[in-house]
């Protein structure tokens, strides 16, 4: 079935009256299964993006709360809606959330009006009006284990170790994308800056997805589509970058200056952006694609934008917004700033502050990142131990990626909450004088990059040459990077418990290594990458063969089986070998070409 150019699956209705076309009743609309989106729709005031006083946005207060089969209670925060279709002018207000338990549910709306209601934190704030009190029930069927994308394994969430997990599935290992991080200036868009077209993606477009303004939305959802056919699974954007180096995106109705000025008016939602943001973020949840959601940018004129750099009325008001009309969804994260410590530095104490707000209205609890400048251990040792942090998101630059991965892991470990390390801009040192300009390099990439990560128990996104003008995800380079890192990832997934594992390279000894720049003719030698559960399973990457050296096999006990895997192909090469434990084991040649990479894993038989 398709609504307003969306196709959903089936909805269901508690009550629908509608009278000149406002709702007499509360609607609720979404497939009753567990994990998937429900909305409940309520008639109230009748009012307009733009209207002043009272600011629909800012001066009501909409919430529900949600009592679960188990009688656990949850507050999810709702939003006005225009006329429900993204017009501007309305009397819809709703809220959308995604039930985690199966059984018969009931909510209870609050709906409260006064100054700024809307960002307090305090139940009774403001006065009672409208749908206020209103109660219902509903029931949620059982998980679908066979549901698009995120649906059949549930919420994405911290799990207390180095990889996030699915309540109801399996840890999940990000290989994902940086650029262009203003994905969202794209052309198809209500009131945006025509950034980006991604034309050559609109083939990609299939019957059934979403579109909008016959046609518009095509493109955006074919680059989707065609970055899930590749095994991409996490994209970085921001959400408002006024004042940074795109100025071409954000949220907010009107016309604001793109440059960043205190006369903008950053308390007013565009309705029909928002909604067509709403489908792109939906359909990357259907397609196994992580919301890498980036809240602000380094360059100071985008950091004081809001509050001039505070935690106030637009801040606050801006975070509510972003969490009542996407926090629903399930695999998510918010990465509260590009280069925190840059241009204008918010410092730790600010975004301790920006952090405690946003889980304070998030249901969810998605993870918490920022990204940083400088040296990231020292510029990000402040996050270590704090629960308000679940991720991290590294700039490291020409630095090595193995060693920063392992010091990380430790470091968080040690300080008592170990936290997936995700290396989300680093770049190729390809002789550039410009030490932050990144090189599609897919071959470079999959030796110095993906493989020493992920066996160092870290996690990946790239950043690309185009940088902010990338416009197509399958040029020649990209297709050739996108399937090393989907070899790459899908390993790691089929073949090795990686949430149980520790990186060891100190295991192997005299392995042939492979010379990798660090910028300013510096240089180190990249050796064999180990990554191991003991007693269980040993995986081995090398980034050349000519030597495979020894693996210390001296406290294990037991049998395992040796298999070569290629790199290249994702295929395992040449014949199975019984490997005995108690000693140091010679691990022999790989099937071919010894001057290129290869992995050697070992399972206990």
């Known amino acids: 079935m398709k609504i307003n150019g969306l196709r959903v699956g089936l909805v269901t209705v508690l009550v629908l009256l509608c009278v000149n076309g406002t709702l007499a009743r509360p609607l609720l609309e979404g497939n009753r299964v567990l994990w998937h989106p429900l ?3 309520f008639s109230g005031p009748v009012a307009s993006e733009m209207d002043q006083s009272p600011n629909p946005f800012l001066d009501y207060r909409m919430q529900v709360q949600l009592t679960a089969p188990s009688g656990k209670t949850v507050q999810v925060p709702g939003y006005f809606d225009g006329d429900g279709k993204g017009g501007a002018t309305g009397s819809v207000w709703r809220v959308k959330f995604s039930p985690d338990e199966a059984g018969k549910w009931r909510y209870t709306i609050s709906f409260r009006q006064g100054p700024n209601v809307s960002i307090s934190l305090v139940a009774n704030e403001g006065k009672a009006l409208a749908f206020d009190g209103e109660k219902g029930t509903f029931t949620v069927k059982p998980r679908n284990p066979e549901a698009d994308g995120f649906y059949k394994w549930g919420l994405l969430e911290y799990a207390g170790g180095h990889y996030l997990k699915f309540r109801d599935g399996s840890y999940w290992i990000r290989g994902g994308v940086d650029s262009p991080e203003n994905f969202l200036a794209y052309a198809g868009f209500d009131d945006t800056p025509p950034k980006h077209a991604y034309a050559v993606h609109t083939a990609a477009w299939r019957e059934g997805d979403p579109d909008w303004n016959d046609g518009k939305g095509k493109a955006i959802i074919g680059a989707l589509n065609d970055l899930a056919e590749r095994k991409v699974n996490s994209l970085y954007f921001l959400t408002m970058n006024i004042g940074g180096d795109g100025k071409d995106v954000w949220p907010w109705a009107g016309t604001p200056n793109p440059k960043g000025a205190p006369e903008n008016d950053n308390l007013h939602f565009d309705l029909s952006k928002l909604r067509q943001w709403e489908m792109v973020f939906s359909h990357a949840q259907r397609k196994g694609i992580f919301l890498h959601v980036v809240l602000n940018e380094a360059e100071a004129p985008n950091k004081q934008e809001l509050d001039n750099g ?42 301790r502050a920006f952090a405690d707000y946003i889980q304070a209205v998030d249901p969810y609890q998605h993870p918490i990142s920022v990204h940083t400048a400088h040296d990231p251990l020292k510029e990000l040792a402040f996050t270590f131990g704090d629960p308000r942090f679940s991720m991290t998101s590294i700039q ?20 008592g909450r170990p936290v997936p390390i995700s290396m989300d801009e680093f770049v190729l040192d390809v002789g550039q004088e410009q030490g932050w300009k990144p090189f599609d390099r897919p071959v470079l990439h999959r030796k110095q990059r993906i ?18 003008w990338v416009e197509s995800f399958k040029t020649e380079n990209l297709v ?10 899908t390993f790691m997934e089929e073949h090795l418990p990686f949430w149980e594992m520790e990186p060891a390279d100190s295991l192997v000894d005299g392995a042939s290594t492979i010379t990798v720049g660090t910028g300013k003719n510096r240089s180190f030698q990249l050796g064999a990458q180990l990554f191991h559960k003991p007693g269980e399973v040993y995986a081995i990457y090398f980034p050349a063969t000519t030597e495979t050296g020894t693996l210390n096999l001296t406290q294990d006990t037991g049998t395992f089986q040796g298999r070569w895997f290629n790199p290249r192909t994702g295929k395992f090469q040449g014949n199975n070998e019984t490997v005995s434990a108690g000693k140091n084991v010679k691990l022999g040649n790989a ?4 001057e290129e990479d290869w992995v050697y894993l070992l399972k206990r038989m």
């Open 310 to 351: 505070e935690l106030g009325i637009e801040r606050k008001l801006y975070y509510r917004e972003l969490i009542a009309r996407f926090g629903h969804h399930l695999a998510m994260g918010w990465n509260l700033c590009e280069e925190y410590n840059i241009g204008f530095d918010f410092g730790p104490d600010r975004i």
């Open 39 to 41: 909305t409940i729709s």
């Open 591 to 594: 099937p071919a070409e010894p």
């Open 396 to 415: 490291l630059n020409r630095r090595r990626i193995d060693t920063l991965v392992e010091d990380f892991r430790k470091a968080t470990a040690e300080a």
């Open 451 to 468: 493989w020493p990560t992920y066996f160092s128990g870290g996690q990946i996104e790239f950043i690309l040459e185009k940088l902010l």
């Open 480 to 489: 050739e990077l996108w399937r090393s890192l989907g070899i790459a990832r």
